[in-house]
């Protein structure tokens, strides 16, 4: 008879459910208590890249298929998720709240998505999605929230991670990431940082023309930019367990980044035969310098072992940009070559600091039943100054040189009550939440209390069931970004002009989801999402400039359905297709004329990884959009695909990557637009076709894993 036993074994359980085993050493054991050695043996679950929950998505950042890729790319792999340039949206919902490491982070628009690009996937653990969060969190985000998870010593020991990536596409950019760890049974260390260095381009072909009959006029644009990009970012948290039931927690980040831009257009305006042409040279130049940070300190504090625990955290941010744009100009007529030179030259700055008080506290009544409670409060302050100096002929306008600086704080009190019950067949959470806002800025002064409730339902059949169905309400609201509300004006170029808007009000949103859950296999879920007082992205004409401006303007219905599936055919491959539809309705008033627009869309895509044995992993990612209909102009559908492969080198502990991206060069913003008497066409291109090689290489040390204190911040329960 042989007895078998594993000496120091490595069990590891994994959110999927899978577990990762790896024996060290097997043994045979013969009675007559002689030993011999069989083998070595490593056995290896791969882990599924999404994990399907009845309430949330989790999307597992492999570092094996993410070379070269930073979070708002990533996004866009996700099931449900569109990434439109500068735009996210979640089941076809604009607007997401996006988190970092359960905190959010108050961006928006072109400033969101600069922050998630100085994210490289290196730095990132997992990303949850929440479509209808419970009255715990925020209720900003009509889209929801997404929460990016970054990576995080969680094992005692020590590790160290090394990555160095190059991309090349018309131009070459370079990125070097490190993430580091250190973990015992009284405190734990992490940290990450990273440096990019590169340049991007971005293309632009316009065009637009009077329809009046008093007017007649067209302008054509073609413009080239290249756009040098530097940035640094460091990240450092430490958790000390002062006991086994309380622990405390410090966090900072710093990012430094400066991006130069130079940008060549051409410009042709049309009028009436009568007219001559008008001709425009413009060599413009920009710089953009972004210093950002935030210190975090928390405490948590479990009271027994039941669930019964307490949390507060204290929070300090502080964005600061300073934007400078020379805009040179040489004008000619057919009729006459000789130039006319005008010169606009803006300095623009924007400083916001927010700070952050909240508590959490949680008690079980019962075995399945819990209560939550909480309260939370924002301050914010931001300052925004804007000077314009104006020359003609080298020669200043004094009308022209103005100075200007906008101011507005505000703040947001909120309080939440929540109930959970999960036993038998049945799971019910109710929530209620009530945020009061303040806001005060230059010419403008309001308050409002507006209250949240959230409704969640799901029924299993079985108590081992494969079958889950769920249903979910929630109401959310979405405040002005804090630049969306400076009204300063910035030149794209002679002709186009974007400005915020301080008169912009918060936009609410009724978010009604019924979903289907099979295993980790099949996710389908349908939707219907009723926002008021929205805001939308505006086209203004005057005086031969275009003005593009967000205001409140209409109301959307929109209805739709998603399906998502994770399916192995074969152990070595995995298949990720999801489907979206969505049918969205607005109406609508903007400058006295009615706005009524319906359209529907479709997103198909599919994600596929193939494991081959020796270390290599194969991934190909496609994905293909339908037309868009907006509320005042048209998108053209588009299509891309992805491909990459990666090997693992110097016994695992290192990974060598090659990924394509945009293989077909396919990723072209198109888009048709009507105001009044004036019709455009915009078409845009990036630099998105290009190939990357990474190599990386990771130490871990004293991995052997006790039993470690529960941790209650984790997705499992920080996240609902």
């Known amino acids: 008879m042989i007895n078998v036993h594993i000496i120091y074994p490595v069990i590891t359980c994994l959110i999927t459910g899978c577990l990762l085993l790896n024996m060290n050493t097997v043994c045979a054991q013969q009675r007559d208590t002689t030993t011999r050695l069989l083998r070595t043996v490593n056995v290896i679950t791969a882990q599924s890249r999404v994990v399907m929950k009845a309430d949330q ?28 340039q500068d735009n996210i949206s979640l089941r076809g919902r604009p607007t997401v709240t996006i988190f970092i490491d359960d905190k959010p982070t108050y961006l928006q628009g072109s400033e969101l998505a600069a922050y998630l690009r100085s994210l490289p996937a290196a730095m990132l653990e997992q990303i949850v999605v929440l479509s209808n969060p419970s009255a715990r969190h925020d209720a900003a985000g009509n889209g929801g929230i997404i929460n990016i998870r970054l990576k995080k010593q969680q094992q ?4 160290l991670q090394l990555l160095s990536e190059d991309t090349q596409g018309r131009y070459n950019r370079s990125s070097q990431s490190t993430n580091f760890g250190w973990r015992n049974s009284s405190w734990q260390l992490s940290g990450n940082a990273n440096y990019y260095k590169g340049t991007g381009l971005f293309e632009t072909d316009s065009r ?107 929070d300090y941010i502080s964005y600061h940009q300073q934007y400078s744009y020379d805009n040179n100009n040489r ?74 600086t906008f101011r507005y704080q505000e703040q947001v009190h909120a309080a939440y009550l929540s109930y959970r019950n999960t036993g038998g067949h049945w799971s019910l959470q109710m929530g209620l939440r009530t945020e009061h806002t303040r806001q005060k800025g230059t010419g403008v002064a309001r308050q409002y209390i507006q209250l949240f409730p959230t409704a ?63 295993r980790q296999m099949i996710h389908g879920t349908v939707f219907y999402n009723h926002l008021r007082n929205a805001q939308e992205e505006t086209i203004t004409i005057h005086d031969d400039r275009l003005y593009y401006q967000p205001a409140n303007i209409l109301n959307r219905r929109q209805y739709g359905a998603s399906l998502s599936i994770t399916w192995k055919p074969l152990p070595w491959w995995e298949l990720n297709p999801s489907i979206l539809y969505t049918s969205t309705t607005t109406i609508g008033t903007w400058q006295h004329n009615g706005l009524h627009t ?73 888009r048709e637009w009507r105001q009044h008497s004036v019709v455009g066409y915009t078409q845009r291109q990036w630099d998105t076709r290009n190939i990357t090689v990474g190599i990386s290489y990771q130490l871990r040390k004293g991995m052997r894993i006790k039993q470690m204190r529960k941790d209650n911040r984790d997705e499992n329960t920080r996240l609902p």
């Open 598 to 670: 319906t359209g529907s869309n479709w997103d198909i895509s599919l994600n596929q990884t193939i494991r081959f044995p020796h270390g290599w992993t194969a991934t190909i990612m496609s994905n293909y959009t339908s037309t868009q209909v907006f509320a005042q102009y048209i998108q053209a559908g588009n299509w891309y695909i992805h491909a990459g492969v990666s090997k693992k080198i110097w016994q695992d502990k290192g990974t060598i990557q090659l990924n394509l991206r945009d293989i077909a060069y396919t990723r072209i913003d198109r």
């Open 156 to 159: 005692q020991g020590s590790s």
């Open 57 to 84: 998505l989790i999307f597992r950042v492999d570092p094996a298929t993410s070379a070269g890729t930073h979070a708002l790319e990533l996004l866009e792999q996700l099931p449900g998720v569109k990434v439109d």
């Open 331 to 404: 004008l000619s007529t057919t009729a006459d070559p000789s130039p006319l030179t005008e010169r606009l030259r803006t300095a623009l700055s924007f400083k916001t600091n927010i700070v952050t008080l909240k508590s959490d506290y949680q008690r079980p009544l019962t075995k399945n039943a819990r209560l939550e409670a909480g309260w939370k409060t924002v301050l914010a302050n931001t300052i925004s100054n804007a000077s314009y100096l104006f020359e003609v002929n080298g020669a200043p306008v004094p009308k022209d040189d103005r100075h200007n």
């Open 208 to 314: 637009r023309a009077s329809l009046s009959s008093n007017n007649k006029s067209r302008l054509q644009q073609n413009a080239f930019s290249r756009i040098p990009n530097e940035r640094s970012i460091f990240r450092l948290s430490t958790t000390c367990y002062a006991s086994p039931r309380t622990s405390w927690s410090i966090a900072t980040h710093l990012q430094s980044a400066r991006q130069q831009e130079y940008i060549w257009l051409d410009s042709r305006q049309s009028g009436t035969p009568s007219q001559r042409d008008t001709l425009t040279h413009a060599g413009n130049q920009g710089i953009r310098n972004t210093r950002n940070g935030s210190f975090a300190i928390g405490m948590h504090h479990q009271f027994d072992s039941s669930g019964h625990e307490w949390s507060a955290d204290a």
């Open 456 to 518: 969640y339902i799901s029924y299993k059949p079985a108590a081992q069931s494969d079958h889950q169905f769920n249903a979910t309400y929630g109401r959310r609201i979405d405040r002005p970004g804090y630049t969306d509300l400076s009204p300063f004006s910035t030149p794209a170029d002679r002709y186009t002009w974007r400005s915020g808007n301080p008169l912009l009000q918060p936009q609410l949103s009724d978010n009604i989801e019924l979903a289907y859950l099979f």
